[in-house]
């Protein structure tokens, strides 16, 4: 795995923001050579499916005309292939969850334009907003509380979002550890929400249980993301990764990531073929004596909450 990955460790600041907020912001997680050679790839993409797949947001709600959601894109450009273990953002993915780790889940989506009229934009934003802990049914069918982390999302946004209105995903900080959510009547969001700003090649990572929504484009340009989902292993796909074709060219920490195992055991009770990711922080001293990470020891520290 890329040695660079050692430089951008989970911190304890990171660590607070993250355990406190529910959410963590990257800036310039991708340079310009990469941020543009990522957006050639999604252009590449939404060109090849919008007219293909009428239906592409499928899934999305009744959302604008041309709003794109696409899952099983990873094996569709290496651009993509490269940001599952890309080194500015990983490290505070296994900082978080572990090493026992792989992507269960990913979409690239493209929200188009949508013209509001004047006076009418409040009404538009409340019909379409969406807010919710993802992972569905796991919020039904887990009794505790409150819900378990389980997995963590990275969205990179590829084209401006530094102000409201650019189809900005909008969060509820804190909110990771409410098992409910209030919007008052009449209001587009609960209060407190706040939109995810910030200048193209800035990544969040968030977690699931933090209470969400999409919203609507009124800019001037379509807003692009690429989104990507780590679980533990244990956990099952949310979506079809068709990625086994590539495992003969991937080193073995990317296998790993994309699905990748010895065989059905070894993602409850792994040997080291089956996670070599543990291997490589041990060799890197990223790991102490019972194979915790430098995120979990922390975590084992804390008083329970």
Same mark, same amino acid.
């Given at each position: 795995?890329?040695?660079?990955?050692?430089? +951008?460790?989970?911190?304890?600041?990171?660590? /607070?923001?993250?355990?406190?907020?529910?959410?963590?912001?990257?800036?310039?997680?991708?340079?310009?050579?990469?941020?543009?050679?990522?957006? /050639?790839?999604?252009? #590449?993409?939404?060109?090849? +499916?919008?007219?293909?797949?009428?239906?592409?947001?499928?899934?999305?709600?009744?959302?604008?005309?041309?709003? *794109?959601?696409?899952?099983? *894109?990873?094996?569709?450009?290496?651009?993509?292939?490269?940001?599952?273990? &890309?080194?500015?953002?990983?490290?505070k993915i296994w900082g978080i969850l572990g090493w026992n780790i792989y992507l269960y889940h990913a979409h690239c989506d493209v929200t188009p334009p949508v013209p509001v009229a004047a006076g009418a934009?409040?009404?538009?934003?409340?019909?379409?907003?969406? @807010?919710?802990?993802?992972?569905?049914?796991?919020?039904?069918?887990?009794?505790?509380?409150?819900?378990?982390?389980?997995?963590?999302?990275?969205?990179?946004?590829?084209?401006?979002?530094?102000?409201?209105?650019?189809?900005?995903? &909008?969060?509820?900080?804190?909110?990771?550890?409410?098992?409910?959510? +209030?919007?008052?009547?009449?209001?587009?969001d609960p209060p407190g929400a706040v939109p995810v700003v910030g200048k193209p090649g800035t990544a969040i990572i968030f977690d699931r249980r933090i209470w969400h929504s999409r919203s609507l484009n009124?800019? #001037?340009?379509?807003?692009?993301?690429?989104? *990507?989902?780590?679980?533990?292993? &244990?956990?099952?796909?949310?979506?079809?990764?068709?990625? /086994?074709?590539?495992?003969?060219?991937?080193?073995?920490?990317?296998?790993?990531?994309?699905?990748?195992?010895?065989?059905?055991?070894?993602?409850?009770?792994?040997?080291?073929?089956?996670?070599?990711?543990?291997? @490589?922080?041990?060799? +890197?001293?990223?790991?102490?004596? #019972?194979?915790?990470?430098?995120?979990?020891?922390?975590?084992?520290?804390?008083?329970? /909450?």
């Amino acid at each position: 795995m890329d040695s660079r990955c050692l430089e +951008h460790c989970l911190t304890e600041e990171e660590c /607070r923001q993250f355990d406190g907020q529910g959410y963590l912001m990257v800036e310039d997680a991708l340079d310009a050579g990469d941020l543009d050679r990522v957006t /050639r790839a999604v252009d #590449a993409l939404y060109e090849r +499916h919008r007219v293909k797949d009428a239906t592409a947001a499928a899934g999305m709600g009744s959302g604008p005309p041309g709003l *794109f959601s696409q899952t099983d *894109f990873i094996r569709e450009d290496d651009a993509f292939l490269e940001l599952v273990d &890309w080194h500015r953002v990983f490290p505070k993915i296994w900082g978080i969850l572990g090493w026992n780790i792989y992507l269960y889940h990913a979409h690239c989506d493209v929200t188009p334009p949508v013209p509001v009229a004047a006076g009418a934009e409040d009404s538009r934003q409340r019909s379409y907003r969406a @807010w919710h802990q993802d992972s569905m049914r796991v919020n039904e069918e887990i009794e505790i509380h409150p819900r378990p982390r389980l997995s963590v999302k990275v969205a990179y946004f590829l084209t401006d979002t530094t102000v409201p209105g650019c189809g900005n995903m &909008w969060v509820y900080p804190g909110s990771q550890r409410m098992d409910e959510l +209030h919007v008052p009547d009449g209001a587009v969001d609960p209060p407190g929400a706040v939109p995810v700003v910030g200048k193209p090649g800035t990544a969040i990572i968030f977690d699931r249980r933090i209470w969400h929504s999409r919203s609507l484009n009124t800019s #001037a340009i379509a807003r692009k993301g690429v989104f *990507f989902g780590y679980s533990y292993r &244990w956990l099952q796909p949310k979506d079809d990764m068709n990625v /086994r074709q590539l495992y003969t060219r991937l080193d073995p920490i990317r296998r790993q990531i994309l699905g990748d195992a010895l065989c059905a055991d070894g993602r409850y009770a792994p040997q080291d073929g089956d996670v070599p990711l543990r291997g @490589w922080l041990r060799e +890197h001293g990223r790991l102490d004596s #019972a194979g915790m990470t430098l995120r979990e020891i922390a975590g084992a520290a804390r008083p329970p /909450r």
